[in-house]
């Protein structure tokens, strides 16, 4: 059972560009939730989606940042018009839903890196 | 929503020592308190958690206890070996709908041989 896969695992783009951020979950999961990471930080929620919903997106900004998680296919985050203090790691997890608390399982991460 | 604090920020061991980090939350709603293990260039990795129905859990070299009424919990590493060294968060889950985690600051576990 392949475990949260997300591409590419580093990006370079520069300012003004679009960076497009994937995210596979674990097979069975139908729960996904990104975070952010600055360097010497701990994790920041962005947003927590379902299979074509979503659910929060309270930890993400309110412009030029954008998620989805389509009925087929990986869970995207888009950052449009990428600015250098967008360069950090982010991360997804995954979860299977339900209960009353939830395992998250998270991925490698993809570094951004804008110039 | 939750303040997280985790102290201490670094900590260096011999091997073979314990080691003990803690974390403050201020959510008294949380239930589900986890501990995350981070090496360089990767994601979190789930090492152990705890439900706020126990006070204390333990697999094998690693045990979390918690203090519901003092809102904290601690994870305790025996025995460390140079492959403990890593950067270890506590991740208390929010109340809310999303119940995402908020993460603590991080502390830096070094292992000296």
């Known amino acids: 059972n392949a475990g949260v896969m997300q591409n590419p695992r580093h990006l370079v783009r520069r300012r003004g560009q679009e960076a497009r951020l994937r995210c596979s979950p674990m097979?069975?999961?139908?729960?996904v939730y990104w975070y952010r990471q600055l360097p010497e930080e701990g994790l920041k929620f962005m947003v927590y989606?379902?299979?074509?919903?979503?659910?929060?997106e309270s930890g993400m900004p309110k412009e030029r940042f954008s998620a989805e998680f389509p009925k087929e296919g990986p869970s995207i985050l888009r950052i449009q018009q990428v600015v250098r203090g967008d360069s950090a790691a982010y991360f997804c997890a995954s979860h299977v839903g339900g209960g009353s608390y939830n395992e998250q399982f998270f991925g490698p991460g993809t570094r951004l890196t804008v110039l | 929503g939750e303040n997280v604090e985790q102290h201490p920020s670094t900590l260096s061991v011999q091997e073979g020592d314990s080691a003990v980090i803690k974390c403050t939350y201020s959510d008294s709603a949380s239930n589900y308190f986890p501990w995350y293990k981070q090496e360089l260039g990767k994601g979190p990795q789930l090492i152990i958690d705890i439900r706020s129905n126990v006070g204390e859990k333990k697999d094998q070299r690693i045990a979390v206890t918690l203090n519901k009424t003092a809102k904290h919990f601690s994870l305790h590493i025996t025995e460390t070996q140079p492959e403990d060294s890593a950067v270890y968060f506590c991740?208390?889950?929010?109340?809310?709908?999303?119940?995402?985690?908020?993460f603590g600051s991080g502390t830096q576990l070094t292992v000296l041989p």
């Open positions: 989606l379902q299979k074509e919903n979503i659910i929060d």
């Open positions: 097979k069975g999961h139908s729960h």
């Open positions: 991740a208390p889950i929010s109340s809310g709908s999303a119940r995402q985690l908020t």
